[in-house]
């Protein structure tokens, strides 16, 4: 997998399930205790009673189709090798990883608190270890909503660069999770929205945190009148100037040419009082 990972590797980080364990798994060297499978199951996408009867714990179930069956007679296998098929990779089961969603993160804020009050499910070849939620529309004019989910590596495990969306936290607001661009600029450290309505956070001088480099989004595909309202925002236009707009542009229209239009229209209706 990609991001630093194996794929035994993602599969034990998700289920806890050990490393060396997992590999044994897929040498078939040895059959997998009933509490090991329920961890992994939901990760694998296979029910725990259909790993448990894999495994030879219980019977009854139909069996599922399998790759190691030729001319109708089954080809050589190690025991509990029917196992390792179910688990080997290239693991395109195992899809989500559950990481904490956090709305404020304070000073000593753990990432990997046990319990938090929320989870939210990401994708395992996105190396992240929390998650925060935009609380607003901050963010807006580069296609970040309020509510969208930003999935965070650790700032101590990686070089946080200028430019760079991050999670941000500041005592005066209470440590409430900000997603926004970190900037250093003049001399000063900035906190930089995507929406000119918000002005720049100054970090000088302040208690803040920068607690996490944002490395992807899980969010909802915006609508058509989504995207018009967000396009009269930018261009400063009603919604009818905003379609006009879009039609002109796909048409192959540049700035200029409508301009020169509107120039002419103007000379002509001058014209015309004249």
Not at 1 to 18: E, I, K
């Given at each position: ?12 980080r998700v289920s806890g399930v050990d490393h060396s364990t997992i590999a044994r798994w897929e040498r078939g060297d040895f059959k997998p205790r009933p509490e090991n499978l329920q961890k ?184 058509l009148d989504e995207y018009r309202r967000f396009l009269s925002a930018v261009t400063g236009t009603a919604d009818g100037w905003a379609s006009l707009l879009t039609e002109a542009a796909g ?13 002419a229209v103007r000379k002509a209706s001058h014209k015309t009082k004249a």
């Amino acid at each position: 997998m990609g991001a630093g990972f194996t794929s035994q590797g993602a599969l034990s980080r998700v289920s806890g399930v050990d490393h060396s364990t997992i590999a044994r798994w897929e040498r078939g060297d040895f059959k997998p205790r009933p509490e090991n499978l329920q961890k992994v199951a939901p990760f694998l996408g296979v029910p725990y009673e259909t790993l448990m009867a894999a495994a030879g714990y219980i019977s009854g179930l139909p069996a599922p189709a399998t790759s190691h069956y030729a001319n109708g007679r089954k080809a050589a296998q190690k025991p509990n090798s029917f196992f390792k098929d179910q688990v080997s990779p290239p693991y395109h089961r195992i899809w989500a990883a559950r990481l904490p969603l956090l709305a404020a993160i304070g000073m000593d804020t753990a990432f990997t608190d046990p319990a938090p009050d929320f989870y939210v499910d990401a994708p395992t070849d996105i190396h992240a270890d929390f998650a925060v939620r935009t609380a607003d529309d901050g963010m807006s004019w580069a296609g970040i909503r309020e509510g969208d989910i930003a999935l965070c590596r650790d700032a101590a495990a990686v070089r946080v660069r200028s430019g760079q969306i991050v999670a941000a936290s500041l005592a005066e607001a209470g440590w409430n999770a900000a997603v926004r661009f970190y900037v250093e600029e003049q001399g000063r450290k900035l906190l930089r929205s995507a929406n000119p309505a918000y002005k720049d956070i100054v970090l000088d001088g302040k208690e803040y945190r920068i607690a996490g480099l944002v490395v992807s989004f899980i969010k909802e595909p915006p609508d058509l009148d989504e995207y018009r309202r967000f396009l009269s925002a930018v261009t400063g236009t009603a919604d009818g100037w905003a379609s006009l707009l879009t039609e002109a542009a796909g048409v192959g229209l540049a700035p200029d040419d409508l301009k020169e239009y509107v120039d002419a229209v103007r000379k002509a209706s001058h014209k015309t009082k004249a």
